[in-house]
């Protein structure tokens, strides 16, 4: 037969959707993410147990007690191994492609039950997406949606469909016929035949047919790991690349749970949605005896009502509890993601993470992802992975490079002590070359476990390796997988039976099995590769600076077996914990791999701590607790802040709700708060004494120093005071004590409010008219213009308050190194005039912008305030 | 008044089905299209049914009986021919107008039942009513009603599956009956149930047929009961009707072998009556009483008559009083009116006649009458007589007399 070149045929019709309907498949990735994205949402956001609560009552409401009972072990159980997360993931995959693929099979199947040509033109159709193998899909899917989820919805949806829509259509058509003649005969219309009669007979069967898509979706979770889809399928497949038993079991258990509830619930489902089956319900229910409780089921209404109040108070919860703090404001990343992408090979995993908690510190948000290489290259290539930081070049990942250098940039080399060898078991005795195989093809049984046919080593060994040793009449190259080769290595060792693999260093399993690396004395494997870290097309251009820490990113030997050691150690789930072990016992790496001007800052010993800072809405309390919140975060801290009036904010302070406010005006303003609370309070200490009520005027009214000088120059001033919200304490001080005392009686005080008179400051500056104000210090306006305090020789204003720092008893005990920070704080007039100025400056929403520039104003003022050592 | 008229109806199922008709009206035979892969299954039926009658339509099965019953409401639509009921053509309405006289003007009842088995007694009774809109309290009162007509009262909130057949069917009937539609049909309604419920439901029929009078059509393939039921009834063969007729017309004048080899097996002492086989008083005058006294007129004929019966009585019960003595058995009319007389003899011979019919002795008449002896009288010959009840003479095509013999009268 001629050779009809079919696969090229494939390929061309696949590289013609890519440039055409580009539209389309952009289409259906934002629809299905967006929707998958919000069942993931939704389903992690409240405490697994109360979720599983949720469940169980699903389960009793449709199966009764014992089906709750057990359905709550099997879900906490699946928190306890620490897979909920990815139970979550992969049931949101399921539920989306269900929807989906029931929304599509159920109409398409009743019109092919009534209509012959369509059922003949859809059955062809049917065959081939159940028969084709899923993973053919996988590679055009990729380029077509991405890595994530969506390629694995895709997939889920076309393998599931055809059960879907042949039971649909079976049960249609196995509706008694004579039924259907009787409806007509009574003259319904066909629509209302098929709602009415067919639809509901054939409710059983569709329903089967349902329970049949959700098994084949589950089946499909492995396949949607391999592409990005995370969730169990994920730690599936994690757990396959790194012959890791202990994770596929548990892996897989949760998958059988998941498995198990989903079918048994759907097939129940068919009692609560089907007449039919809710007449058996009915009947069975009122025939029940004896251990009547055991078999009850609540009633819909009554299953509603219990999970709305669960749903209710997981709702809660997150909204109260799950405050996370930005931590981000004045660092490098400012909370910009960066995906990272990798091969679960040791050396690839350990310096993900290193670079994840590196980027993580720099205040970037990094996402590690595992991945198979094809699709790690693929998705690099379209820019869904940002960074990968373990390409084997020139030899190993040769192909995948000749092919997508385009779209990739090449950041430099980090490592270069690599080889690629043949090894074998130490108890092989009297073999140590390649030159020693020659000859004893028997003994190894004429082959050399390899691992993927792609792989460069494999084509070195072919094309190179065997010819120059002359093997290769003896020796046949297994091609396999990495995750294989292992497994068969471990099993021949086990049983002390002669092997020889590919492999190469660093690797794991020179730590774990005794082997020897056969010696190459002609060199035919090459100078080995050296690690490259690569970047997506444009990710310099993006993000300069990471590239340039990534350009200069180098590790010796010790230091990367080292840290592969203590991430293996850490646990699955648990790498990042590993890194952080292993930087501790480098102290300064991180600003030597990553060093940033912004990040010179080190961190206090109760960084990651979370205050929550009170603070009114008065430009002191706003400027200080701003200044506080940027100071905090640059040692490490994730503080809150809240806004609160000043009795909810005392209360607040009281219940411990609010930590500690920096703007308490004692002993006087504030007096009856402190008088009321005090029992719970303590008082930190005052930073600010200088506060004062008085009267001011421009400097540029001659003449007028003092409160009697203005009596005399009232017509000057039009006999207005310009005063502010008139139940004020200085207000009523002005008119009770102040006035009196100077005669200031035939002054008009306006009552307005604080803004308006500011505004009227403003506007008779500008114009250099005279006008007098009620004003007090601190005050911003006293940095903005030039103003005279009239002076109060009798001391009519009374005893100057402090600006106080006052926290909750608990606070001391709570955040040690912020109370004494907070103790010895102090500002001084022009300090704290500057910073208001800065943050009025940058506008409401920008407060940080204002006091980074403060900062920058005033060299060394974090560590005054902040000392570390 | 009819109310209902088929004429001229052809089905046939295949390719180019108005090429079939056409060649089956130019005499073309059933089997000859059957090898072409054309089946004619209704050929050139008419049909004619009054208010208040019970047409039967009686074959084997392939007779197309029931195929002829859905070419009626058209849920099988005609190849040519039309369907008038109440004057509108049945056949020239669009799919909304049909579905709606559907709704409203004629209901069916099926030979295994089919109720929905998703639906309770009450909804399936009231199902025809919630596709014509009824409001729900309405259908619900009206449904009850017509469950109870049919014996039902009572069984409204149990579910098909708890019934029994026979119940199933009166549940079946129910639901015709309660949208008032004026014509029902019935396709082989009981031949599901088993012989005893059988006759309840016929009878039950028959009861309510009294009080209700609905236009019925109604196929079967039991003898027996077409003679029952049917005020006229259809004998269908291979598509075609080959003998329309009262009971007795089928029984005693079959149009062909076909025909009377079909009704070999009935019980004709229950479907001929007194009436058929009567013969004229005078015949019998003469004869003389256990006591010995000569019987010379009627009124002497009558007193000592062994049982005086209406003219419609089945021949089952004259039995008994045949066997009683030597005098006959004398007959009235529905007025009382002495019309003829039944003797042991002339009752033994009938029944012992297969297909045949032997001519009864014409003799005179004698002058009881006043000269309207030959309106009143029966003709002594038992063609073309005619049941009591109301019945047109619309006698048509197949109906002829095997023997030849007339009496004329006077």
Not at chain 1, 317 to 336: E, I, Q, Y
Not at chain 2, 243 to 251: F, K, P, Y
Request: hydrophobic share 40%; glycine share 10%.
């Amino acid at each position: 037969m001629p050779r009809i070149p079919i696969g090229s045929w494939a390929d061309s019709l696949v590289e013609w959707l890519r440039d055409h309907a580009e539209w389309l498949f952009h289409f259906v990735t934002t629809v299905l993410g967006g929707f998958y994205d919000g069942i993931l949402a939704v389903l992690s956001g409240p405490e697994p147990l109360l979720l599983t609560g949720i469940f169980a009552v699903i389960a009793w409401w449709l199966r009764g007690l014992p089906a709750a009972v057990l359905t709550f072990i099997g879900f906490a159980l699946i928190d306890s191994i620490e897979q909920w997360h990815q139970t979550m993931q992969s049931l949101s995959l399921v539920l989306v492609a269900c929807i989906i693929t029931v929304a599509v099979a159920v109409p398409l199947g009743v019109w092919a039950a009534r209509n012959r040509a369509v059922s003949g033109a859809v059955r062809p159709v049917l065959d081939l997406m159940q028969t084709m193998p899923a993973m053919v899909y996988l590679i055009p899917g990729i380029l077509f949606f991405g890595l994530g989820a969506v390629p694995g919805i895709v997939s889920t949806i076309v393998f599931s469909m055809p059960p879907a829509v042949r039971m649909t259509e079976l049960g249609i058509r196995q509706v008694d016929g004579e039924l259907v003649e009787a409806a007509d005969a009574f003259g319904t219309h066909p629509r209302r035949t098929l709602f009415r009669v067919q639809l509901p007979l054939a409710l059983p069967t569709i329903m089967a047919g349902i329970n049949q898509v959700i098994m084949l979706a589950l089946s499909m979770v492995v396949i949607a790991g391999m592409v990005g889809g995370a969730g169990l399928g994920g730690t599936v497949y994690l757990s396959l690349s790194s012959v890791d038993v202990k994770l596929g079991a548990e892996g897989g258990l949760a998958v059988v749970i998941l498995a198990v509830y989903l079918d048994r619930m759907t097939s129940a489902l068919n009692q609560r949605v089907s007449p039919l089956g809710r007449r058996a319900l009915a009947k069975a229910q009122a025939a029940l005896g004896g251990l009547k409780f055991l078999q009850w089921k609540p009633a819909t209404s009554l299953a509603t009502v219990a999970v709305v109040v669960l749903a209710l108070v997981a709702g809660g919860m997150s909204v109260l509890g799950k405050d996370k703090g930005s931590g981000a404001a004045g660092t490098d990343g400012n909370g910009r993601p960066i995906s990272l992408g990798y091969v679960n090979w040791d050396e690839g995993k350990a310096t993900t993470f290193l670079w994840k908690e590196i980027l993580e510190q720099r205040g970037y948000k990094p996402r590690a992802e595992a991945l198979d290489a094809g699709p790690l290259f693929t998705g690099q290539a379209r820019g869904d992975i940002d960074v990968q930081t373990n390409a084997w070049l020139p030899t190993t990942h040769a192909e995948y490079w000749k092919k997508y250098k385009d779209k990739l940039e090449d950041l430099g080399a980090w490592y270069d002590k690599t080889s690629l060898e043949i090894a074998v078991p130490s108890y092989m005795k009297g073999i140590k070359t390649l030159d020693d195989l020659k000859g004893k093809g028997g003994t190894f049984g004429g082959k050399i476990v390899g691992i993927e046919p792609g792989a460069g080593e494999m084509k070195l060994l072919k094309d190179k390796v065997l010819k120059d040793y002359g093997l290769g009449g003896e020796y046949k190259v297994m091609e396999s997988s990495t995750s294989s080769m292992l497994t068969e290595l471990d099993r021949s060792i086990h049983d002390k039976k002669p092997i020889a693999v590919t492999l190469w260093s660093p690797h794991w399993a020179y730590d774990k099995y005794k082997l020897t690396k056969l010696k190459d004395p002609k060199g035919s494997f090459g100078s080995g590769d050296s690690l490259h870290m690569l970047g997506r097309k444009g990710f310099s251009k993006d993000e300069p600076q990471v590239a340039n820490w990534m350009k200069n990113f180098h590790l010796d030997e010790k230091q990367l077996t080292s840290l592969e050691s203590e991430v293996k150690n850490a646990g699955t789930g648990h790498e990042q914990d590993g890194v952080r072990a292993w930087l501790k016992q480098h102290p300064g790496l991180v600003n030597k791999l990553a060093p940033s001007a912004k990040a010179d800052y080190a961190k206090g010993k109760d960084a990651g701590k979370t205050p929550t800072l009170g603070y009114p809405a008065w430009d002191e309390g706003i400027a200080t607790t701003y200044l506080w919140k940027n100071i905090l975060e640059k040692r490490g801290y994730r503080p809150k802040l809240q806004n609160l009036d000043v009795g909810p904010m005392w209360t607040g302070l009281s219940t411990g709700q609010i930590d500690v406010e920096t703007d308490a005006w004692l002993p006087v303003a504030q007096k009856q708060y402190w008088d009321k609370y005090k029992k719970d309070l303590v008082d930190v200490g005052a930073w600010y004494d200088k506060t004062s009520l008085e009267i001011a005027v421009p400097s540029y009214v001659k003449g007028v120093k003092t409160l009697d000088d203005l009596r005399k120059h009232k017509d000057t001033f039009g006999g207005k005071i310009i005063g502010i919200e008139p139940g004020t304490g200085e207000m009523k001080r002005l008119k009770s004590v102040v006035s009196p005392a100077y005669g200031l009686d035939g002054f008009d005080v306006t009552e307005a409010g604080t803004s308006a008179m500011l505004t009227e400051l403003e506007r008779a500056y500008a114009k250099k008219e005279p006008i007098a104000v009620v004003l007090w210090s601190p005050h911003w306006a006293y940095s903005k213009y030039h103003l005279t305090k009239l002076k109060d020789p009798q001391g009519t204003w009374g005893a100057n308050n402090q600006i106080k720092t006052i926290g909750n008893k608990s606070f001391p005990k709570k955040f040690p190194e912020f109370n004494g920070w907070l103790k010895n704080w102090k500002m001084s007039a022009a300090e704290l005039g500057s910073l208001e100025k800065e943050i009025q400056a940058a506008g409401k929403g920008n407060e940080n912008k204002g006091v980074e520039k403060w900062i920058d104003a005033h060299p060394g003022i974090v560590d005054k305030m902040a000392p570390v050592k | 008044m009819s109310r209902l008229q088929a004429e001229h109806l052809y089905k046939v199922f295949g390719r180019r089905p108005e090429d079939a008709v056409r060649r089956l009206e130019a005499g073309a035979g059933r089997e000859e299209l059957r090898a072409e892969g054309t089946t004619a299954a209704v050929i050139d039926a008419s049909i004619e049914v009054d208010e208040g009658q019970i047409f039967v339509v009686m074959g084997l099965s392939g007779s197309g009986k029931s195929t002829l019953l859905r070419t009626l409401n058209g849920l099988l639509e005609p190849t040519s021919g039309t369907v008038r009921f109440d004057g509108q053509d049945l056949t020239s309405l669009s799919d909304k107008e049909l579905r709606k006289v559907r709704s409203e003007k004629i209901s069916m009842v099926f030979q295994h039942f089919a109720l929905f088995p998703h639906r309770s007694v009450l909804e399936n009774a009231a199902y025809g009513l919630e596709v014509q809109g009824v409001p729900r309290a309405e259908r619900t009162a009206r449904a009850t009603e017509a469950l109870e007509l049919t014996g039902l009262k009572g069984w409204e909130k149990s579910w098909p599956d708890e019934l029994s057949g026979g119940m199933q069917q009166r549940v079946g009937l129910a639901r015709a009956l309660a949208t008032n539609a004026d014509l029902l049909l019935m396709d082989e309604s009981f031949s599901a149930l088993d012989p005893l419920i059988r006759r309840d439901m016929q009878d039950q029929l028959l009861e309510l047929q009294k009080s209700l009078k609905k236009t019925i059509v109604f196929i079967t393939h039991d003898l027996n009961e077409a003679m029952r039921l049917g005020d006229r009834i259809a004998v269908m063969r291979d598509g075609r009707i080959v003998q329309i007729g009262s009971a007795e017309d089928i029984l005693v004048t079959p149009a062909n072998d076909y025909v009377a080899s079909f009704t070999q097996d009935v019980d004709r002492t229950r479907v001929l009556t007194a009436g058929a086989i009567m013969t004229e008083v005078g015949t019998v005058l003469g004869a003389t009483a256990p006591d010995g006294t000569k019987l010379t007129t009627a009124a002497e004929f009558r007193a000592a008559a062994p049982a005086v019966v209406g003219a419609g009585t089945p021949l089952v019960e004259l039995f008994t009083p045949c066997a009683a003595g030597s005098v006959p058995v004398a007959v009235t009319d529905e007025q009382g009116s002495l019309v003829g007389a039944v003797t042991a003899e002339r009752l033994l011979s009938v029944l012992g006649e297969a297909a045949e019919q032997s001519p009864a002795p014409a003799g005179p008449v004698p002058a009881e009458a006043d000269g309207t002896a030959a309106a009143e009288q029966t003709p002594a010959k038992a063609t073309s007589v005619e049941k009591t009840a109301a019945h047109t003479s619309g006698d048509t095509d197949t109906d002829h007399d095997p023997e030849d013999k007339v009496s004329a009268g006077a």
